[in-house]
């Protein structure tokens, strides 16, 4: 019970329909989850899948309408509670410049601690804390609009932080960025995953952002239809695509000229070629 | 003949005037020939949004020009006009900017400026929203009604429809799932094969510019850093770090077996060309 922070049992989700119009189909259709604590996970699927809807149940922005949600062992049935969740799980979303509310990014970090009530020394303590983990402390009296994205996806970061959450919850947090953005965020969120023990659970469209976490899963139609390492669940080329998704360059690659076992990364692509080459030529 | 587009010492400062001032495109030179497909990258802040947004008058140059079909687009009001018909814009996210009751009427907008008979609108409506995959029963629907990657869809169609002889797309799969990358890159694809125009496309995928382009532009501080054919830039891989940028993993894969002295090209940029690569070494790769 202890080693899980959020758990999902047998949940389903329906989005409310406007008067008059037919029920829509349920979000999210009996999903069973259990997100470990410190656990990677990395939850996939093509858009309309569910994973949105997924997110947004882990920190009681929605309750479900069947089924229970947990974090920490509460169920966020009150507003009360919600707040107590919403303390455990963190959110960052997509667009950086819709989660940014203050001038100086310092204060932007401190805008969540200041509205629970902490003391001012602590507010200070925690701000300059979190904006050390993302690598953004030499940043903290600027203007966060005059940041790049990567800069303002690792401000948001760390204003969760600054709350002191035990859970990253991250929604497609580089979809918007550029290249060297995308690997600042990525880089940033799995350092906290390791150092600081934050639970992360990150959603993307990026394969490549997949590979890296201690678990995958895959959504299709409200489901939860594939769990596993990302191996696992990579080596599967066919069902992969099948959900509208695709594996990672070096994974097709090798998968496609017949070589055994699932390689997920560059490096391990290269030095397999390479060694069968050496083979070849000897 | 002229070009299709045609930026001559562009340059435009942010805060014109003020101690912060800030040039966010500075002399750019560019050069864009009928039906050519460019594709645009570069870091963010590096300029290419300025830079596009000029090109049919959305922001006016502080120096420079801006030629579309040779004639500099500021010359008059009737000329400004005719470049917003002639060089469609869509932006990121376009879907944000759907407004009307039906998908039609949405789709019908940018033609219904350009005061077209109503014929002409209806037709051209249809072609665009046939082109973009959406049935005619969606064209009744709200817009807010359709799926996420209808609604993409949808804004698409509203600049298709105005059949402008550029059409300029701004990170147009960001957001996308795989599959909806790969079918809108697809359809951008056959959009400029079946209509000759004018695309450029700005994206952070350098997957997705590799497999369009003819010619790539890298924005770098507001400038022009490199130009050139995808081989010619993407060949370039530690520059394009140093940029913030970087190359797809297949490239790089053959970059690096190309280094440890394998007899592979290292202009691979699909895992297809990757896979041809190696069965070409013949011996275990054959198929």
């Known amino acids: ?59 009681a922005i929605y309750t479900p309408q069947s089924g229970v949600v947990r974090v920490n062992g509460l169920v966020g049935d009150t507003e009360e509670k919600a707040d107590q ?30 509205n629970l009530g902490v003391e001012p020394q602590e507010i200070r303590r925690r701000v300059d804390d979190a904006l050390k983990a993302v690598n953004m402390y030499e940043f903290r009296l600027r203007e966060p609009h005059k940041l790049s994205g990567g800069q303002k996806q690792r401000v948001a970061i760390a204003g969760v932080l600054a709350m002191q959450t035990d859970c990253i919850v991250l929604d497609e947090p580089t979809a918007m960025l550029d290249p060297k953005g995308r690997e600042e965020v990525m880089s940033t969120v799995h350092r906290l995953n390791e150092e600081m023990g934050i639970t992360v659970i990150l959603v ?79 | 003949m002229s070009y299709a587009i045609e930026a001559i010492g562009l340059t435009h400062y942010y805060a014109k005037g003020t101690q912060q001032q800030v040039a966010a495109v500075d002399h750019v030179d560019l050069a864009v020939e009928r039906g050519e497909l460019v594709g645009m990258i570069g870091h963010t802040g590096s ?73 002409e609108i209806d037709a051209r409506v249809r072609r665009a929203a046939e082109f973009v995959g959406l ?16 609604k993409r869809r949808a804004a698409i169609a509203g600049v298709m429809s105005m059949e402008p002889e550029v059409l300029i797309f701004d990170e147009p799969a960001a ?32 997957e997705d510019i590799a497999s369009l382009a003819d010619r790539v532009v890298v924005m770098n501080h507001a400038k022009i850093a490199m130009q050139g054919t995808v081989d010619e830039v993407y060949s370039q891989g530690d520059a394009l770090r140093e940029m913030g940028l970087n190359v797809p993993d297949i490239t790089e894969i053959f970059a690096r077996l190309h280094a440890q002295g394998l007899p592979v090209p290292t202009n691979i940029y699909t895992v297809a060309d990757g896979v041809r690569a190696l069965q070409a070494l013949g011996g275990r790769w054959r198929a």
């Open chain 1, 85 to 114: 969740i919403r303390r455990i799980v963190g959110m960052v979303f997509q667009n950086p410049d819709n989660q940014i509310v203050a001038t100086i990014v310092e204060d932007d970090v401190a805008f969540g601690p200041e």
């Open chain 1, 204 to 282: 993307t469209h990026f394969m490549d952002e997949a590979v890296a976490a201690d678990r995958v899963v895959v959504m299709d139609s409200g489901r939860i239809v594939m769990t596993g390492t990302p191996a696992q669940v990579f080596s599967q080329v066919d069902t992969v695509r099948r959900y509208g998704l695709d594996v990672p360059q070096a994974t097709e690659l090798c998968h496609a000229l017949g070589m055994p076992g699932c390689v997920l990364t560059i490096e391990d692509c290269v030095a397999q070629i390479a060694a069968r080459a050496g083979g070849d030529a000897g």
């Open chain 1, 1 to 59: 019970m202890n080693d899980t922070i959020i758990e999902f049992e047998n949940v389903t989700f329906t989005y409310d329909s406007e008067e008059g119009e037919a029920p829509k189909t349920p979000a999210l259709r009996n999903v069973t989850l259990r997100v470990k604590r410190g656990e990677f996970l990395a939850v996939l699927g093509h858009n309309g899948s569910g994973k949105s809807t997924l997110d947004k149940l882990c920190n």
């Open chain 2, 47 to 119: 300029g290419k949004s300025t830079l596009i947004s000029h090109f049919n008058g959305l922001l006016k140059p502080s120096e420079g020009k801006v030629l579309v079909d040779g004639v500099d687009i500021w010359r008059d009001k009737e000329t400004l006009r005719q470049s917003r018909f002639k060089v469609g814009l869509c932006f990121q996210y376009p879907e944000y900017q759907l407004f009307e009751e039906t998908v039609y009427k949405d789709i019908a907008f940018g033609p219904g400026n350009m005061k077209l008979p109503k014929e």
């Open chain 2, 175 to 206: 957001g996308l799932d795989p599959r909806g990358r790969k079918d809108l890159m697809a359809l951008i694809r056959s959009y400029r094969a079946e209509t000759g125009s004018t695309v450029i496309i700005v994206s952070h995928s350098m």
């Open chain 2, 135 to 150: 049935t005619p029963a969606l064209l009744e629907k709200s817009p807010f009604d359709l799926s996420g990657g209808e």
